[in-house]
């Protein structure tokens, strides 16, 4: 009797990873070895590419960023934030702005046995992470506040917003998400990647053996809401006119 071939474990073959890079000026190693640059995208740029990889998923089944749209996220960051990297490196962006954010880890302390956080900025729910463990979200913390934190101190200053109407922005974000076509694809490892679509939001979400092990989903603007191709489109015909 012939007997099915067993699926080799993902941790013992070699597996390409995608990712996006953050340094668009630097092209060789700086060190052999790997270290945590203490930071995560700015929740803007991270916002795009999520959109970007989803569109990627649906359109060619490929797990691939708009990398040019990143290093424009990135660049743009740099010059709201009057921030010199000669590399273009994300992580000069952060270190120009190192005390306000370090100052927003005192102001929104990790709580024991958080799992997530859903953040309103001025009124307006800017996006969600949440993750299985609370010892896996502890390790994120500090890196997602500091993505949220980065987008808020850059951002329009506007009056400060009653706590009514940020978490009436709560709820109506949790509402979209929950309304938000899906669709899965094979991750690259373990579980789905669950991709999501809906009212100016766009979200992911990896799952394995029924269990979320994290999901992360964005308000959209106009903006990040088109697509690259679209968004070039609109520039040729605002010029045409």
Known sequence: ??????????????????VSCTEQGRWSYATPEFYDSETVMARSIRARKS?????????SASYQSNQCE?????SALAEAAGADSPTGAMRDVFE????????????????SGQVGLLVVIDGEAAGLDILSLPAAYGHLHRKLIKSYVMDALLGKKRKKTERNVSERAARDFLDRAAGCAE????SVGYGEDFRFKGDRIAGSALVHEN?????????LDQIMEES??????????????
Do not use: C
């Open 1 to 18: 009797m012939a007997t099915q071939k067993q699926r080799v474990r993902p941790e013992k073959q070699a597996i390409v990873i995608p």
């Open 70 to 74: 990143v290093w424009d996220g990135i």
């Open 96 to 111: 120009s702005r190192r005390e306000p954010l370090e100052k927003s880890i005192q102001s929104f302390p990790l709580v």
């Open 51 to 59: 959109r970007s990889v989803s569109e990627s998923l649906n359109e």
């Open 183 to 186: 669709k899965s694809f094979k």
């Open 228 to 241: 690259p191709l679209s968004r070039r489109h609109r520039r040729r015909t605002d010029l045409m006119y």
């Open 211 to 219: 269990t979320v092990i994290h999901s992360a989903f964005f308000h």
